[in-house]
Every structure is written in structure tokens, then in C-alpha cells.
């Protein structure tokens, strides 16, 4: 075969016109943001990738800025890590930065880690706000110095302010960090019954990530007992799906898998949000623990739902779906509103500093 020796000035020119497509945007970026008044928060760490579970908080955030009446811009992960790339994460300085809520602070989702250190740095003069938010450092002497250096990023800004999302992750980031409050996560403030749907089979919903911490065995025992309660009528779903979802089709991507969740007689997962999902849909669901204290953590704010039942394994998923009442369900939230009225009015005030 003849030697392509045009290869290398062909990719060369591929990156460079990247690379400018990447400083036209970040210059995009940056003239939205000096563009938009002072009043005007910036909502950082949103999703633009495939995580339904992330884009869910998003919704419920947007809807509680706008509930509030908060004015903000969106500035997805992708144009934040862009922002980075090319230094430029100090445009935000002096404006209120409200941080994605989520699962990654600590070294479980590393890059998110260290973006969101590198705002703490550049943004010294913001009041920056991490919503509701779960902690994990691996037990390992890595993760040990790797917490020591948050502990000295986050506690050298003067007004960063977090938000943990289960009392795991409060305690733990009470214990380290200066300003901290408890706030469920953003998703559990939604609400998505609907009385007409019918429900047929079982959606199981699993990780398929760095939080997996099931075995092949225990999955195939999950598989082996929805069989025997619903034969073939079994559906296997994620939370994550196989493409991007820009910001426009958000809401459209996240109504179709609240269906799917509303049309499933019961649901099995390890995900937070496939708990979550179940939850607001008014779905039967048994989730199993998972590697994260945020599923245990979270399954806290919702115990009272009859409906949604905890399992620290999956022997027993047969017996523990025989105590869940065979009738309708509808999502109650309001012992969390309290919450979610506090996070508005604190986020209100944020931004009339």
C-alpha cells in the first residue's frame, strides 16, 4: 500500500482549524457574559453530554431561578472546560456563580474536581453557590491529599457557599469547609404523575459507570428474580443515553424517559436518579445500594413513599416488591418545599449583593 504522504499536513490542518473553532467560541462565550448585566448569575456545570440523571437538575434548577425570579446565564461543563483551556475562566470574576448541583464533588469524577477548583482560584471577588451536591474521597492516601487540597482551595475563597444534598455528605463537608447547609437534591422538587398512565413489566435501570459495584452474578440474579415475577415483559434502561443532548432538547429528552418510568409496573436500580425518577413518576421501584453514600443518603428525604423500597442486596427483590401495595401512587414532596424555598430566597438575596 502506497504511504499517504500528505497524512500528517492533512491532520495538522484538521487540528488548527479546531482549535480555531474552539477560540471562536470561547470568545462567543466570553462576550455573552460581559453582555449580560451584572444582576445576572451564572449557572455553571450544566450538561450538554448524555447524563438524563444531570440534566434532570438542571430542569429543577432553572425552574427554581425562574421561580424566584432569578435572571441567569447557562454555561454547560463544555464551554466551562473550554473556558479553561484557554484561561479565560476569570471572565466570571465579581459575578454570582451558582455551581451545578450533582455528585462530583471529590475524586469520584475527577475532572469536575479540578474545573471546579480552578473556578474557586480565578473567581476570588464572586460569590460562588455549589448546589445541593454529594462529597466522596476515595480512602487511599491519593485520595487523602487530594482532599487536603480542596479543603485548601475551597477554604481560601471568602465567599463560597455549599450546599450538601444528603446529611452524609453535610457532615463531612461541615467538618472541613466554613459555610455549609442541607438541601435535597434539585430533582426531588419536580413532580411528573400522571393519573392515566398505565403500567405494564419491570424497567431495570443499572450503572454502568465508575459507581458500578455490582457483580456479573448479582446482575444476573436481578434479571433471574424480575423474570420470575414478570417473564419477558422486562425493559433495560439507563440514565445515561447515546448521544449528546443540547440544551434545547432537554426537556423533550427528559420527558420521554419520565414515560418510560411512568409505564413500568416496578422499577430496579442502583442510580440515584433512577430512584429519583421513580420517585416523581409515582413508580413502584427497589434500588440497591451502590458504591456512593448519595443513594442511602438520599433515599432519606423519600422513605416515607411506600412505593419505594431500599435493598442492601438482591437476593430478596422478589419478597420486598410483595410489600409494596398494589394501587396508584402519587409523589408528595411537601416536607421538602421548606428546603427549596430557602435555597430560592438565600439564591434571591445572592443576587441582589
Known amino acids: 500500500m502506497d504511504k499517504d504522504l500528505l497524512y500528517p499536513l492533512r491532520r495538522w490542518h484538521g487540528q488548527m482549524y479546531e482549535k480555531n473553532q474552539e477560540k471562536t467560541r470561547v470568545k462567543d462565550i466570553c462576550k455573552r457574559i460581559k453582555q449580560t448585566s451584572s444582576e445576572t448569575a451564572l449557572y455553571v456545570f450544566s450538561p450538554t453530554y448524555d447524563n438524563l440523571g444531570d ?76 448546589l445541593p451536591n454529594t462529597i466522596f474521597y476515595e480512602d487511599s492516601e491519593w485520595g487523602q491529599d487530594e482532599l487536603e487540597k480542596s479543603i485548601g482551595i475551597y477554604n481560601s475563597h471568602p465567599k463560597l457557599k455549599l450546599f450538601a444534598r444528603e446529611k452524609i455528605s453535610l457532615d463531612i463537608m461541615k467538618s472541613i469547609y466554613r459555610d455549609v ?3 435535597p437534591d434539585m430533582v426531588l422538587s419536580l413532580n411528573e404523575c400522571k393519573d392515566t398512565t398505565e403500567r405494564h413489566g419491570c424497567l431495570i435501570c443499572l450503572r454502568n459507570d465508575i459507581e458500578k459495584t455490582r457483580t456479573e452474578a448479582e446482575e444476573n440474579e436481578i434479571r433471574k428474580q424480575a ?52 420517585a416523581i413518576t409515582g413508580s413502584p421501584c427497589i434500588v440497591i445500594n451502590s458504591k456512593s453514600p448519595k443513594i442511602k443518603g438520599c433515599y432519606e428525604w423519600i422513605k416515607h413513599l411506600e412505593y419505594i423500597k431500599f435493598s442492601e442486596s438482591v437476593e430478596n427483590i422478589g419478597q420486598i416488591y410483595q410489600q409494596i401495595p398494589d394501587r396508584k401512587f402519587t409523589y408528595d414532596n411537601s416536607h421538602l418545599q421548606k428546603y427549596y424555598e430557602q435555597l430560592g430566597h438565600y439564591l434571591s438575596t445572592a443576587v441582589e449583593k
Not at 441567569?72 to 471572565?91: A, G, R, T
Not at 443515553?241 to 434545547?248: A, F, Q, S, T
Not at 426537556?251 to 418510568?261: G, H, I, P, V, Y
Open 55 to 130: 440534566h434532570a437538575i438542571a430542569k429543577a434548577c432553572s425552574m427554581l431561578f425562574n421561580r424566584f425570579q432569578i435572571s441567569f446565564l447557562e454555561i454547560p461543563l463544555s464551554d466551562l472546560s473550554l473556558m479553561k483551556k484557554y484561561h479565560k475562566l476569570n471572565v466570571m470574576n465579581g459575578r454570582l456563580i451558582l455551581v451545578q448541583g450533582g455528585g462530583f464533588l471529590g475524586t469520584l469524577w475527577f475532572h469536575s474536581e479540578n474545573l471546579l477548583r480552578e473556578v474557586i482560584e480565578n473567581n476570588h471577588n464572586s460569590q460562588i453557590v455549589c
Open 181 to 183: 447547609e442541607l438541601t
Open 227 to 278: 423474570f420470575k415475577l414478570f417473564g419477558d415483559d422486562i425493559t433495560i434502561s439507563d440514565m445515561v443515553v447515546d448521544h449528546r443532548i443540547p440544551l434545547d432538547r432537554r426537556n423533550a429528552e427528559l420527558d420521554d424517559k419520565f414515560d418510560e418510568f411512568r409505564h413500568a409496573k416496578l422499577v430496579i436500580t442502583d442510580r440515584l436518579h433512577g430512584m429519583i425518577f421513580a
